[in-house]
């Protein structure tokens, strides 16, 4: 079964602080890593993605690192503002696969003032 | 203003009482599909679709049914409804399957 396993399941962070989110995936057909962002009572929304020929997409305050022999990216949230205090998904596809995107499980982020 | 619009947005009812939730997209988009998003478990793939007439399977399809009759809607129908299924549903639509996706504003069921 296609997986991708996100960590940590929460995490508290200090206004200014970096906040850090990572995935690992199995399936090595993905070549799509999207992150999304989801406040409460919306749905998730497209924060930034990278494909695996580069190692590094920055947009922002916001970073995905990505390591394809480990089969691992993470987001990295600079500065991180209480307005940035949400729920994030990593996903990951195969962008000739029709069944889209695979979730992980969702990281809730709370930035202290 | 470009949307994905479900309704109800919140609904409580009861086992075996068939329900529909609608999803009507407003971008022309051609691909649609329905999540569920659990806790710890993120989002759950139910059903997709490609085009009109043309729906398939997505991981969680059980107890589910949808239609594509026109290109803007794509109802999630619940024949009969159980415990189970209490959730928090998703609709997104993209312009091509590999298109980043829309997201509605979720449905949260809750089936008694």
């Known amino acids: 079964q296609q997986q991708v396993k996100q960590s940590p399941q929460s995490l508290i962070v200090q206004k200014g602080g970096i906040s850090i989110i990572n995935c690992a995936y199995e399936n090595t057909a993905f070549d799509y890593f999207p992150w999304y962002q989801q406040f409460p009572g919306k749905g998730p929304a497209l924060l930034i993605a990278i494909r695996p020929d580069v190692s590094e997409k920055k947009e922002g305050r916001f970073t995905i690192s990505f390591n394809k022999s480990a089969k691992q990216f993470s987001l990295h949230i600079m500065d991180s503002q209480p307005g940035d205090s949400a729920t994030y998904f990593c996903?990951?596809?195969?962008?000739?696969?029709?069944?889209?995107?695979?979730f992980g499980s969702g990281t809730q982020l709370t930035v202290l003032p | 203003e470009a949307q994905v619009t479900q309704n109800p947005r919140y609904l409580i009812t009861v086992t075996g009482k068939k329900l529909t939730v609608t999803c009507s997209q407003n971008m022309n988009h051609e691909y649609m599909s329905w999540y569920r998003q659990d806790p710890g478990l993120g989002l759950r793939q139910i059903y997709y679709?490609?085009?009109?007439?043309?729906?398939d399977k997505g991981d969680v399809p059980e107890g589910y049914k949808v239609s594509r009759k026109e290109k803007r809607n794509f109802p999630l129908i619940l024949e009969s409804p159980s415990p189970n299924q209490t959730s928090l549903y998703f609709c997104?639509?993209?312009?091509?399957?590999?298109?980043?996706?829309?997201f509605g504003d979720g449905t949260r069921l809750s089936i008694l």
């Open positions: 679709s490609m085009n009109v007439e043309v729906t």
């Open positions: 997104a639509s993209s312009w091509a399957f590999n298109q980043p996706q829309h």
């Open positions: 996903a990951a596809t195969a962008m000739g696969s029709a069944r889209q995107l695979t």
